[in-house]
């Protein structure tokens, strides 16, 4: 039977002062369309991230979606998109009718790789199509290697598409994720940093992409006392009474990415973790033991959110426990934890899409899980995490620990 009360992966975390910015909504009756929590909460976001301009709309997802319309993506086009990352970031380029072409990760931020970026741009064109856009994703808050991105993409001059909706808070060198894109995206859906139950946000420098992306996100209707439409649009605004959430949501944010950050650290001191850096990836073996259980390091400069905690479970360190095992024990204890993201090009949906990669993401996939990182856990919260998975590997097989070869990617010869 399941008696303590159920641990979640990420629940929302309120202040109490979005009420305010709710109450004031309705004491002006102001509650649609836009109005001054709107414009604060864009306001807000433009100062957190030094962007010129920002559009809050219903979701990351539109967001993204407008993001594709403003750089022209069309019917037949293709759009290369990083494979390891949630299926939000690829189906608004199906949205367009277009082809999303998926790219595999590097194993030191688990995002896409600049080096496969170029190889598939070079081979798109080769045959016959130079791509669109290119979507990179700074997955569970780990920012992507952007420089190396940004300078791939301006050599054949493709627009980068942030999607930071789990990055806000994280940075490189001061700069902070969702100022690195042309276009930016952000998420406030219910899992995220912070949330307004649903919502998202598109961020540029350029005046004119936002003021487009607000007159497309409003049904795109042109100047005229009547109701006078030239090009297609859609209802993709957020809410008076939403952005309200977000301005109060905004007064936590720091404090939210330091909880998130000392959830980090508790479960790597508690679990005994080894990390995950480039040199042991690529390393055939190593000789010191381990318990099996790898974090992913930041690499220098680097400052993720630590949106979600990610673990990876090399089962021939821990005695055949796999991270299934972990799940279900978690979930017996009534926690609740998640595999890694499925890679785009391992999913159904999109079997028929192109693919470029050696097998990174599918092996994070095979490993890794998701432990409870709400800003809002406590540490008895955090404790029966831990403790639940000291139980299982303590019951592991020892008797087949005897193969202790560390997690490893190898990349197959050219
Ligand atoms: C949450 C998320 C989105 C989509 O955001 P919604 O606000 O849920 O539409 C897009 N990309 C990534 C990587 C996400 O995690």
Redesign the pocket.
């Known amino acids: 039977m399941k008696s303590a009360s159920r641990i979640y992966l990420s629940s929302p975390h309120m202040n109490g002062s979005e009420l305010n910015y709710i109450h004031e909504a309705f004491r002006k009756n102001w509650i649609a369309p836009l109005g001054a929590n709107v414009d604060g909460f864009e306001e807000d976001l433009q100062a957190f991230t030094s962007r010129g301009h920002a559009a809050v709309v219903s979701?990351?997802?539109?967001a993204?979606h407008l993001a594709l319309v403003l750089c022209g993506v069309e019917s037949g086009d293709e759009v290369i998109c990083q494979s390891f990352?949630?299926t939000?970031?690829a189906n608004p380029i199906r949205y367009q009718g277009a082809t999303p072409v998926f790219v595999d990760s590097e194993t030191e931020t688990w995002n896409m790789d600049p080096a496969i970026l170029e190889k598939a741009i070079l081979d798109r064109i080769k045959n016959g199509k130079k791509p669109k856009a290119i979507i990179v994703?700074h997955?569970y808050g780990m920012p992507a290697k952007m420089r190396r991105i940004q300078k791939v993409a301006s050599t054949y001059g493709i627009p980068v598409i942030e999607?930071a909706?789990?990055a806000l808070g994280s940075m490189v060198e001061d700069r902070k994720c969702g100022s690195f894109g042309l276009l930016s995206?952000l998420?406030?859906?219910g899992n995220?940093i912070i949330t307004t139950s649903?919502?998202?946000a598109l961020l540029a420098d350029d005046k004119k992409s936002i003021e487009r992306a607000r007159f497309l996100a409003t049904q795109a209707r042109d100047q005229a006392a009547h109701y006078e439409h030239s090009q297609l649009g859609y209802n993709y605004r957020m809410s008076n009474i939403v952005a309200g959430i977000g301005r109060g949501q905004m007064n936590s944010l720091d404090e939210y990415v330091l909880a998130r950050r000392a959830n980090h650290d508790f479960y790597f001191r508690e679990l005994n973790g080894n990390w995950l850096t480039a040199a042991d990836a690529s390393a055939k073996s190593r000789k010191e033991s381990s318990n099996g259980i790898y974090f992913l390091k930041e690499p220098a400069g680097y400052f993720s959110n630590r949106w979600l905690t990610t673990i990876l479970v090399n089962p021939a360190e821990t005695g055949g426990v796999t991270r299934e095992d972990l799940r279900l024990a978690l979930e017996k204890e009534n926690i609740e934890s998640r595999p890694l993201w499925k890679p785009m090009h391992m999913q159904p949906l999109y079997e028929n899409s192109p693919y470029y990669g050696w097998g990174v993401s599918d092996r994070l996939f095979e490993l890794g899980l998701c432990l409870p990182s709400g800003s809002n856990l406590t540490d008895e919260e955090r404790f029966r995490v831990v403790s639940t998975i000291k139980k299982r590997l303590k019951k592991a097989d020892m008797n087949s620990k005897q193969n202790n070869s560390r997690v490893t990617f190898t990349r197959p010869a050219e």
């Open positions: 979701s990351g997802t539109s993204l990352t949630f939000a970031s994703v997955l999607d909706a789990e995206v998420s406030f859906n995220k649903g919502g998202g």
